[in-house]
């Protein structure tokens, strides 16, 4: 079978895990840079239209649950889900991802942090919950402190040798240690002050910010102060950041602003869950040498699960054939896999797919393309599909990994399958219903991935309707399907077939057929099909886009090498 069952799953998650990464080290980086104020205003303004649209469930967990945890990426990606089960679905993702042992039934990160929650709030809050606050903030990203310096009165505080020296008084402060912050450091200090005096601390990078002597003259002063005679103005000039005094000896060339600055950066952040992948990044670029197409349709199969062709289609040129005996051959092995947005496997497949064209048309075939399907059940959700092929001439890998948005097919409602547009059309023998690549029913539908019809072919459109009503007397369906090609939002055709010219008995109709394309110049166009159930004036559209390309010599005899 070419991969063996062992290396594929490591290769697909290899994939997989290479793709986080890389939306993680993204995220890292948009955290980092400054964009423009412009586009600043312009993100928030959108990602508020979209947090608006939101149920009030899903907006609390969103703006009062996980805004401390939640990456930018995962933010973004959860505003542009549409429905709520699709949301429900990325909960469940959110919490699994972040699972330290995914096969037990408790979720102890997700547990801990809701435990953090309650106690932020209970313990922190200020006029605001204790949640929003710095404090909350901290101890919902890294948990309680190894040790905690607390003075909620402020007090008399004498300054340390590189602070100045000297005692002043200060505002009530805090300085928390941590032994160890994951991606951040080892003996990590991070100190909160109140100079309000409300309870509500906010985070310092400047030691000095709690002295409440700070502007009172004569009170508080440094030993440096009196022993160099420097004013207290200097304190706000200093260029490292601090409003501390000037130490004794003068101030240090190193005076670690910057790391300084990373730290506390650092520690404000979410923590990383896989920083041991960065140097995967770039593998996904090295393997994916093999370039291929893909598509997905969706047919209703039962009252709550769709029938999914997944087609692939490559270019036989990007494949490497070996000559034997007059024929050129070429084999590829294709594993798949599909799983939920928390992980789940749900389906996996795969596949040795060969080709053999002879002689006499290899070279014409070069310009063609190698058309592969498999259909799989799934029911309606959100899924990732992942996609590996290998060439086995040449050893070339080719991956794909997408989103496969399952939709639900609304029952008692006029609702419709994909629109396919297709090369091949056609009825299959009773014995072959529903079985083989391409069959649809009791048709073989070829989909023509690269949307590309010479002029002198034919566009092939296959559709499928749902819940179409039975009048009471008559016991039959009454629909009319209007076709209408457009370029540029100018309609250069159309054709509506009446009741008449439909066959219709049961309240499914499946609609093919082919459109002449002969009298389209070449360029892009829009072919939209419109059913109209009479009987309940419901209306469902498709749409399609596809383009008429000139027409190319075709070789003088034996089929289109195409499979």
């Known amino acids: 079978m070419g991969f063996s069952r062992c290396q594929l799953p490591i290769l697909l998650l290899s994939t997989l895990l290479t793709s986080s990464v890389h939306a993680l080290a993204q995220d890292q980086a948009t955290s980092q840079e400054s964009p423009s104020t412009a586009t600043n205003k312009k993100e928030r303004k959108r990602e508020k239209k979209l947090a608006r649209e939101l149920g009030s469930a899903y907006d609390s967990w969103l703006t009062k649950d996980v805004p401390d945890i939640i990456t930018n990426e995962e933010r973004r990606a959860f505003l542009q889900l549409s429905t709520n089960e699709e949301r429900e679905q990325f909960v469940e993702s959110f919490w699994d ?82 032994r160890h912050l994951e991606g951040v450091g080892e003996n990590i200090e991070i100190e909160f002050v109140d100079p309000s005096g409300s309870g509500e601390y906010h985070i310092t990078m400047d030691p000095c910010e709690k002295d409440a002597l700070a502007h009172v003259p004569g009170a508080g002063s440094s030993l440096s102060e009196t022993m160099n005679q420097l004013t207290r103005a200097s304190r706000f000039s200093n260029t490292n950041g601090t409003t501390c005094p000037m130490p004794l000896g003068g101030m240090s060339t190193n005076t670690k602003e910057f790391d300084n600055l990373d730290r506390l950066f650092r520690v404000q952040r979410a923590p990383q869950h896989f920083p041991d992948l960065a140097e995967k990044v770039s593998s996904r670029i090295v393997a994916n040498q093999l370039p291929f ?3 997905s349709d ?87 599909l992942d996609i590996v092929i290998k060439d ?37 023998p009773s014995s072959q219903i529903g079985t083989g690549q391409f069959v649809l029913n009791s048709y073989k539908v070829r989909p023509h991935l690269s949307k590309e019809f010479s002029s002198s072919d034919k566009l092939g459109i296959y559709l499928q309707l749902y819940n179409l009503y039975l009048g009471e007397a008559s016991h039959r369906t009454k629909v009319s399907v209007a076709y209408r090609i457009t370029q540029n939002l100018q309609e250069v055709w159309r054709e509506v077939e009446t009741p008449e010219d439909l066959h219709q008995g049961g309240e499914q109709l499946t609609i093919h057929r082919f459109i002449p394309v002969i ?22 559209i498709r749409t399609a886009d596809f383009i008429v390309i000139p027409t190319k010599p075709k070789p003088s005899a034996g089929p289109k090498p195409r499979y």
């Not at 009298?519 to 469902?540: K, M, R």
């Open 392 to 428: 086995r001439q040449s050893g070339n890998i080719g991956v794909l990994g997408t989103a496969l948005r399952v939709p639900h097919f609304e029952e008692a409602k006029l609702d419709a399958s994909s629109l396919i547009l297709a090369d091949q059309i056609e009825r299959v």
């Open 519 to 540: 009298s389209l110049s070449p360029g892009h166009y829009t072919i939209e099909v419109t059913a109209i159930d009479l009987l309940t004036n419901q209306t469902v």
């Open 97 to 178: 991802r972040r699972n330290p042992d995914p096969e037990s039934a408790a979720n102890t990160y997700k547990e801990e942090h809701y435990r953090r929650l309650a106690y932020a709030d209970e313990r922190f809050a200020s006029g605001i919950p204790g949640r929003k606050t710095d404090r909350g903030h901290i101890y919902i990203l890294w948990g309680p402190p190894d040790e905690i310096e607390s003075h909620p009165s402020g007090g008399t505080y004498d300054r340390p040798i590189d602070q100045g020296g000297g005692s002043t008084t200060t505002y009530p402060w805090e300085l928390w240690r941590y």
């Open 298 to 384: 969706f047919l209703r199969a039962t009252t709550d699960t769709d029938l999914v062709p997944i087609t692939i289609q490559l270019r036989n040129r990007d494949l490497s054939f070996e000559s034997k005996q007059g024929m050129h051959s070429t084999v590829l092995d294709l594993y798949a896999r599909i799983t939920t947005v928390g992980g789940r496997v749900v389906q996996t497949f795969e596949d040795v797919i060969s080709r053999d064209i002879p002689e006499s048309l290899f070279q014409f075939s070069l310009d063609l393309d190698s058309v592969y399907q498999k259909s799989v059940p799934l029911r309606a959700g959100l899924y990732r």
């Open 293 to 295: 197409q893909y598509r």
